[in-house]
């Protein structure tokens, strides 16, 4: 602390950025301040007083040094491009929009126009980011149907067009280039096109449609009239753009929205453009806070970033609150009319991405937490691999009666409920759980086989050594025994089988391995067993129709969906049933029971 003391001495009371470093020269820290050497010192005089977070910077600071400017908005300015170049740990984190697509205007000779997710510092205009590949398509097909430039990667040259040495491609044949590789098409006519192209991706249509219906009008006056018709085309393309565009308010030439929207330890910055009148441009950043940042210093963070990206010329911005102009921005608060209706729309965007964020992070850690789940079940098995695919199969059946089987799947350890299947068991008759087992184990992997299907790596068996042996004799047959891992599990102590293993295996009732077993294996029993039901109801009703004279398949069925089956009946009065049914075909019914008794 003494040495740190003596430098803030040296401090001049100036405006400028200082810089945190470690005792390995790491830097930790860098800040704008409008009095060096207050600012600086407040770290270290209020010690005790500063957040826990402050406490960890300031212990860890061994060197500091800073540089003189000549106002704190030059500070401001000097501090956001350092921490952008530096990346101290403890300053606010912007996140990289790196998925978002961009639409470039290549640094070359003949420059193309084209759709691109990485930025390459080369000199070449990038105009995003666009939330939405789609308004990126749309926006390179508006301006592939106005302007014919190339698409192809050839390096055109002076030299090399005036020696021939490319040849149109197709692209020139079928219409949509204008070969100026072959000298076909001259640069200052090229030049143009990409001029309104950069207009049109800045959002300034009207200054494009102006320069068109005045060059439409100078073709006709020189009775031009097919030069003249291609810009009317092009005229009517932009025109219906433009009407699809939302248009706020028309008196809004060039404005800048940014709204904030504040968590714990994140906050996110909404950016809507205006170009006169109508939006044309919406993104949302994402800033990890590192210390207890003021709002107002991770805002104009956020602001002094994103208008960089989109090469924001705007003098006019709305807020949500009060902070200082920077340069000729002039910032406002609006409390009502349309200014403030736009910064409710900003701040909805704002919300609605910060719930699709904390969604994705829920999903990811949800994931990770599968992952990990899988981890222990590879680790308690034995396994040569994570079982990411788990298959599980239970047979279901009542003394022989209606005998069926179910399959249900796990992909990293959740349901995939879209690949479940059921068996009708048909070479086994009477209950012979063990022959069933390896019926629909056969008839599974025989088939995914046939269609090359993904086989799990772990396949379960509801029941103990029998059912496991049926399933093993199958896979056997299949040649995929010891290819797949396979397993048995006893309902009644929840003894785990291994194929070849005497001794099961008992796992902690607690285990996580465990509960992902019993959970896939309760899922193939309640599959199952809704499956036997359901075949079971149909036979039931099927013999209640050919029992039962005048009665049809839909008065069963209304019988059955209400009172579960027809012996159900026999508990209740006539008058009762026949409200449901009617008198005739009430007492055929309890004539039957009659007969039956």
């Known amino acids: 602390m003494d040495a740190i003391k003596h430098i803030i001495e040296r401090l001049p009371s100036l405006p400028g950025v200082y810089q945190f470093y470690d005792n390995k020269g790491n830097i930790l ?54 921490i952008k170049n530096l990346q101290p740990k403890y300053n606010i984190l912007l996140k990289d929009d790196k998925t978002f697509p961009w639409i470039c205007i290549k640094n070359e000779n003949f420059p193309r126009v084209f759709s691109t997710r990485s930025r390459i510092k080369d000199g070449s205009e990038y105009f995003g980011p666009y939330t939405s590949a789609y308004m990126v398509k749309t926006l390179l097909n508006l301006v592939k149907q106005l302007y014919k430039v190339r698409n192809c990667n050839l390096k055109l040259t002076h030299e090399s067009i005036t020696k021939k040495k490319f040849r149109a491609c197709l692209e020139f044949h079928i219409g949509n280039c204008k070969a100026p590789c072959e000298g076909l098409q001259g640069e200052e006519d090229y030049y143009d096109s990409i001029k309104q192209i950069r207009e049109i991706l800045k959002g300034n249509l009207q200054n494009v449609l102006d320069y068109l219906n005045t060059t439409m009008l100078d073709f006709a006056r020189d009775f031009k009239f097919e030069e003249a018709d291609l810009i009317k085309q ?6 219906n753009f433009k009407s699809k565009s939302t248009i706020v308010n028309p008196k809004f030439n060039n404005l800048d929205v940014f709204s904030f929207v ?81 910064l409710d729309l900003s701040e909805r965007n704002a919300k609605q991405f910060a719930a699709q964020r904390k969604m994705q992070r829920i999903q990811i850690q949800d994931k990770f937490n599968k992952t990990n789940i899988l981890e222990h079940v590879k ?51 009477g209950a012979n759980d063990f022959a069933s087992m390896r019926e629909i184990v056969l008839r599974r992997y025989k088939r995914l086989l ?73 899922e193939a029993h309640r599959f199952g067993i809704a499956f036997h039901r359901k075949v079971r109801s149909k036979g039931m009703i099927e013999n209640s129709i050919n029992s039962i004279k005048g009665i049809g398949k839909k008065t069963v069925e209304t019988i059955v969906k209400n009172y579960g089956s027809i012996e159900n009946v026999k508990d209740l009065s006539i008058d009762e049933v026949a409200k449901l049914i009617g008198r005739d075909k009430a007492g055929k019914l309890f004539e039957y029971f009659r007969s039956e008794k």
Do not use: M, W
């Not at 770290?43 to 540089?67: C, D, M, N, P, R």
């Open 450 to 522: 046939k269609e090359d299907a993904e086989l799990p790596q772990l396949i379960i068996i509801d029941g103990g050594k029998g059912q496991l042996n049926a399933g093993v004799d199958a896979l056997k047959e299949l040649n995929l025994y010891r290819k797949i891992a396979i397993l048995g599990i006893a309902k009644r102590l929840e003894e785990l089988f291994f194929p070849g293993d005497p001794v099961p295996l008992y796992l902690d009732k607690n285990s996580k391995t465990l509960k992902l077993i019993q959970n896939i294996r309760n």
């Open 379 to 429: 680790k308690d098995l034995r396994l040569k691999n994570i079982p990411e695919r788990i298959e599980c199969f239970d047979n279901s059946n009542i003394q022989g009666s209606s005998p069926v089987a179910a399959c249900v799947v796990f992909k990293n350890g959740a349901p995939v409920k879209k690949e479940y299947r059921h068996f009708h068991i048909k070479s086994v008759k």
């Open 29 to 82: 820290y860098i800040g704008k301040a409008k009095d060096l050497k207050k600012r600086v010192s407040s770290y270290f005089s209020g010690y005790k007083k500063e957040s826990y977070k402050t406490k960890v910077l300031a212990s860890q600071v061994k060197k500091i040094e800073h540089i003189v400017v000549e106002s704190e908005a030059d500070a401001l300015l000097l501090e956001n491009n350092l």
């Open 234 to 239: 092009k005229l009517e393309l932009l025109q």
């Open 262 to 342: 504040e968590e714990e330890n994140l906050a996110y910055v909404n950016f809507i453009k205006i170009i006169q009148g109508a939006i044309v441009q919406s993104h949302t950043v994402e800033i990890s806070k590192k210390l207890d940042e003021k709002r107002e210093d991770i805002l104009i963070y956020a602001i002094l970033d994103i208008r960089e990206k989109v090469f924001s010329d705007s003098k006019d911005a709305i807020v949500p609150f009060e902070i200082n102009n920077i340069g000729e921005i002039k910032f406002t608060v609006p409390q009502i009319g349309d200014k403030k209706k736009l």
